[in-house]
């Protein structure tokens, strides 16, 4: 079917913003639940966001870069937009789902489409238990965090802890730990993205972490549990030229 209603969305910045209004005037603007696509506006933040905001939606997210980094996102140009859209490629992410028990005993959820952190609420390194599959792999991990991505979020914050960059349809998830002090030339693990990941918090009255699923902050957590939630998928559009594979070589010998 041909595209020809398009959702327009755009980060709150002076060049998202003009070309927000320059592609409405152009193509018109539906309402994101009426719509063939979403068009997201801005960098990769913006489009992490848009991915959160329409995940129930289930209209394809196609962005266009018009922010700072923009690895994730497809070039920009105004022209001959819906034969772009017609001709983009699909791509399925399935989101990590975080479950977290708090020092109260309350348990929360939360979505990631990039990450899940543990992170040190103090001057006081976060002590870790870590299993996999409910096998204990790490019996202690003093850090100031860890964190577990999906392949479309490796290349944010786990890439400035100096973690892999992974392709997007690998089938792995991975560990990197944030300044760790012990094991101190641990480095992080790769995993089937099938693992479901606990965390143990130790010591967590005197060493309180905060666990992040993307935006979403528990704080004073005592046990996290990790794992993809297959029965979510969140479409994303590339244009066939993006060549995301070598973008994702390269970004790994940039020095």
């Known amino acids: 079917m041909a595209i020809s209603r398009v959702a327009f969305v755009a980060a709150d910045t002076p060049p998202a913003q003009e070309s927000l209004g320059n592609l409405t005037k152009r193509y018109g603007q539906h309402d994101p639940h009426d719509a063939d696509v979403i068009v997201a506006l801005g960098g990769d933040g913006f489009r992490l966001e848009a991915l959160h905001i329409y995940m129930d939606v289930h209209v394809p997210i196609f962005g266009m870069h018009r922010g700072t980094v923009g690895f994730l996102m497809n070039r920009f140009d105004e022209l001959d937009l819906l034969h772009r859209l017609d001709r983009a490629a699909p791509f399925t992410l399935n989101p990590?789902?975080?479950?977290?028990?708090?020092?109260?005993?309350?348990?929360?959820?939360?979505?990631?489409?990039?990450?899940?952190?543990?992170?040190?609420?103090?001057?006081?390194?976060?002590?870790i238990r870590i299993y996999v599959d409910g096998r204990e792999r790490m019996q202690e991990l003093i850090c100031d965090g860890i964190l577990v991505c999906t392949?479309?979020?490796?290349?944010?914050?786990?890439?400035?802890?100096?973690?892999?960059?992974?392709?997007?349809?690998?089938?792995?998830?991975?560990?990197?730990?944030?300044?760790?002090?012990?094991?101190?030339?641990?480095?992080?693990?790769?995993?089937?993205?099938?693992?479901?990941?606990?965390?143990?918090?130790?010591?967590?009255?005197?060493?309180?972490?905060?666990?992040?699923?993307?935006?979403?902050?528990?704080?004073e957590v005592v046990d996290v549990t990790v794992r993809e939630d297959k029965s979510i998928g969140i479409k994303v559009l590339?244009?066939?030229?993006?060549?995301?594979?070598?973008?994702?070589?390269?970004?790994?010998f940039e020095p």
């Open 238 to 252: 590339f244009d066939p030229e993006h060549n995301l594979e070598e973008r994702i070589v390269a970004e790994q």
């Open 96 to 127: 990590l789902r975080m479950t977290a028990t708090t020092a109260s005993g309350k348990v929360e959820e939360a979505l990631a489409i990039n990450e899940v952190s543990m992170l040190r609420q103090t001057r006081q390194a976060a002590k």
């Open 151 to 219: 392949p479309a979020g490796s290349s944010a914050y786990n890439l400035s802890v100096h973690g892999p960059v992974l392709p997007v349809d690998a089938n792995v998830l991975a560990m990197t730990p944030i300044s760790a002090f012990r094991p101190r030339r641990w480095r992080g693990a790769l995993l089937p993205r099938s693992s479901t990941v606990r965390f143990e918090l130790l010591e967590a009255d005197k060493r309180p972490v905060s666990a992040v699923a993307d935006r979403e902050e528990v704080r």
